[in-house]
């Protein structure tokens, strides 16, 4: 019913920048709100941010603020996850996550790797 595909994971050094795309397949987008989650080797599966189905209410965890942005694009059925001023402790598999409003279930995708240098 729903599938999820990331995009956009590299290596990237230190201080630099990447911008991860998810792409949706579903009937009708804006009838999910959409979250990125990451997970480092050995650790759980964490939630990063979060967005509403019109983009006008986000979410997103401490570490994270001010250096990452959430868009998504009704239209083109993405969401976005924009990177900077990265870190090590941003490494990690990123995953997209979509939730119907009304549903009860999570959809995921695959993930896509972000390697930071130290």
């Known amino acids: 019913q729903v599938r999820l595909a990331e995009s956009g994971g590299r290596l990237v050094q230190i201080g630099g920048s990447l911008r991860l795309s998810c792409e949706a397949s579903v009937r009708t987008f804006s009838n999910y709100a959409m979250a990125w989650f990451r997970q480092a080797p050995g650790k759980e599966r964490d939630h990063v941010a979060s967005i509403s189905w019109s983009g006008a209410g986000t979410h997103y965890i401490d570490s994270v603020k001010g250096r990452f942005t959430i868009t998504r694009d009704n239209a083109k059925n993405t969401v976005l996850l924009q990177m900077n001023s990265l870190k090590p402790d941003d490494t990690a598999v990123y995953y997209c996550?979509?939730?119907?409003?009304?549903?009860?279930?999570?959809?995921w995708g695959q993930g896509t790797q972000v390697t930071v240098s130290s």
């Open positions: 996550n979509a939730r119907r409003y009304g549903g009860s279930n999570n959809y």
